[in-house]
């Protein structure tokens, strides 16, 4: 872990105490007010010296840290993407600083493009694994073997399987399903989808890959929800466009508050 973490998570506890964390989340465009449902401390990213920028519209970049359900939660209200400067790695000192607070797992959502007909606008998506389309990743440059990071199961089975039996508890439909990461910014053109969706993949983003490969490397337990904000390029006459993108987000952040919650309680 990097001296700076170990800085960071001292400077964290002594403004939102000393006890464990449990899990981080990471929330994607749309979001944010999740956040606003914990008890606790927000701590502006502009104050911890290292965290990412994340100046992308319909994100809140701040860390809370506080009571979700009874359990003690990181959200990371805001995430860099690799389009906003070119580093696939941007979320990896945010991801040391969980592992110093103690948390053993993260959760991530994001909002993405569906290729299913019948995972429409307003559906959400546990991702039961993903496709690197870009080609790129945060662990190049890494210098130690740690950097072989197996990715077999990268989207734990037991917490997977405790999310569906909270959609389940909730009477909320969540899809099943593989994440293709797209770098961006530009959306992805009808071909792309075309052949993205011939690769096996059943949603589209521009996030949570990075995420889950460090994840991975820092030992945490991953996990990860799509809500779906549009049907992908060329699946239908519906616009693409990130103002689409913040404002259909709500209709699958209800749902995916209701899992959350639901697999939080489970946890507490
Ligand atoms: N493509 C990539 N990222 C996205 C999309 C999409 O269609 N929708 C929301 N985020």
Not at 38 to 64: E, K, M, T
Not at 132 to 148: H, K
Request: aromatic share 6%; charged share 20%; glycine share 10%.
């Amino acid at each position: 872990m990097s001296k700076n973490a170990k800085a960071l998570a001292a400077q964290i506890k002594t403004i939102a105490g000393d006890a464990p964390v449990q899990i981080g989340m990471i929330l994607g465009s749309g979001l944010g007010h999740i956040a606003d449902a914990v008890d606790g401390v927000a701590i502006p990213y502009g104050d911890l010296p290292g965290f990412p920028h994340a100046g992308v519209s319909g994100h809140n970049p701040n860390l809370v840290i506080g009571d979700f359900e009874g359990v003690r939660v990181a959200v990371f209200g805001g995430r860099a993407h690799y389009y906003e400067n070119g580093t696939a790695d941007a979320m990896r000192l945010p991801l040391e600083v969980l592992r110093e607070l103690g948390a053993d797992r993260m959760i991530a959502t994001n909002a993405a493009g569906s290729m299913l007909p019948d995972m429409p606008t307003g559906s959400i998506m546990c991702l039961s694994d993903h496709i690197n389309f870009s080609g790129l990743n945060p662990l190049i440059g890494e210098p130690t073997d740690a950097r072989f990071v197996p990715m077999n199961d990268a989207y734990d089975p037991a917490i997977r399987a405790a999310l569906r039996a909270a959609a389940d508890d909730a009477d909320v439909a969540m899809a099943d399903g593989v994440y293709a990461w797209y770098s961006g910014p530009s959306f992805e053109t009808p071909a792309e989808i075309r052949a993205i969706k011939l690769l096996g993949a059943d949603a589209v983003g521009m996030s949570t890959v990075p995420e889950v490969i460090l994840a991975r490397f820092l030992g945490l337990k991953a996990a990860a929800i799509s809500t779906i904000t549009n049907m992908a390029a060329g699946m239908s006459d519906e616009s693409i466009s990130h103002e689409h993108t913040k404002a259909m987000a709500p209709i699958g952040a209800a749902k995916l508050e209701k899992v959350l919650r639901g697999y939080l309680r489970g946890l507490a």
